[in-house]
C-alpha cells in the first residue's frame, strides 16, 4: 500500500511538472492551435513552427504535412514569424510580423514595397483524415518550372578578341602581318525558352549586331568596311537553384552565323565585290534570371563565343580569321506556364 502511495504521490508530481511546462509554453507561445486561413486552409501551430493540416485550394494540397510557418518569435516587442508565402504563384519564405487581437492572427506581409494586412483565425474543428486523405489524392505532383515556354527580348553588348594573318607583300618579298579587329558593338535580338525539365532549359536565339572592320599594316590602321553577323543559336542551360526568384545557370550551344560584309570603297577600291561566308559557331557561358513575378523575368547573361569569318573577293586570296568574342546583356522575358 505504502508502495502505491509513492507511485501515486510521484505520477502526479510528474504530471504536474508537464502540465506546467506546457502552460508556460502557451502562455510564452500565444499561437497555439489551429488557425484558418482567409482561403480556407488550416495551419497547426505547435512550440514555434506551423504545419499545413488541410486546404481546399488545389494548388496548395501538395504542401500538406509541410512546415510552413517557422521561427515563431518575440523581438523587440513584437511576434515575428517566418512564413512560406506563395504571391504571384511564385513561393518563398518571408519574415513576416504578427498581432494577436481576440481570435485572429493579425499579419503584416511587406511586399513590392507596401505592408499587406491579412490575418488568421482560430478554429477548433480539426478536418478529419478522409478530409485530409481526399485532398492529398487529388493533389498533382509540384510542376514548378518544368514545361515552361518564353518569349523574350535582350539587348547585348559584344567585344571582338580580334586576329591577325600573314599576307604576302611581292615588294619586299616576306610576309606582312595584317592585324583584323571588329569594332566593340551593341547588338540585340529574340529569344524563345522552353524547360524541359525543373532544372534544364533550352534557348533558341537569333540576335543582329553591325560592326566595323579595321586592319592595321606595319601601325597603319584603316576602316575595312561594315560586318553584319546574325547568329541563330541553340543552348542548353543548367539550372542550379530552387529558389524560385533566383535561378542561376550555366549554357553551352552553338549555331549559325549569317555573316555580310560592306566594304569601304577607299580601301577595297571601286566596284570590288567582297564577301563574308557564313559559318557555324560555339560557345560556353552562365547568368542569372530574376522573377518579377509569376510571368516576367529579368536575365542577365554573359558567354564566350568561337567562330571563324572568311572574306573573298575576286582577285585576292579568301582571308579566314578568328571571330571569337566576349558576349553580355541583359533581357526581359515573358513566360507562360
Known sequence: MKRAMQLLVVGLIAACFTAGNALAEEQANPFHGFWKTERGSIIKIEGDQGVFVYTPVESWREYIDEVVVKDI???????????????????????????????????????????????????????????????????????????????GARALYINYAGDHYDEYDPMIMQNLRVDVDPGEAGMYGGTLTWFAHEYFSLELACDYVETDLDVSVVGVSANAGELTQIPVTLALRTHFSTNPRVSPYLGAGGGWYFNDFDPNPDFFGEGLDVEAKDTYGLFVGGGIEFSLTRWFAIDVNVKYVWTEIELEAEGYSDETFDGDAFVGGIGLKLYFN
Open 73 to 151: 518569435r518575440e523581438q523587440d516587442g513584437k511576434w515575428l514569424a517566418d512564413e512560406f508565402i506563395a504571391p504571384e504563384g511564385i513561393p518563398f519564405w518571408e519574415q513576416i510580423e504578427w498581432a494577436l487581437k481576440d481570435d485572429r492572427i493579425l499579419r503584416q506581409v511587406l511586399y513590392e514595397g507596401r505592408t499587406v494586412e491579412s490575418y488568421y483565425v482560430r478554429v477548433d474543428a480539426v478536418p478529419t483524415e478522409q478530409e485530409n486523405a481526399e485532398a492529398k489524392a487529388s493533389s498533382s505532383p509540384r510542376k514548378g518550372n518544368a514545361g515552361k515556354v518564353g518569349i
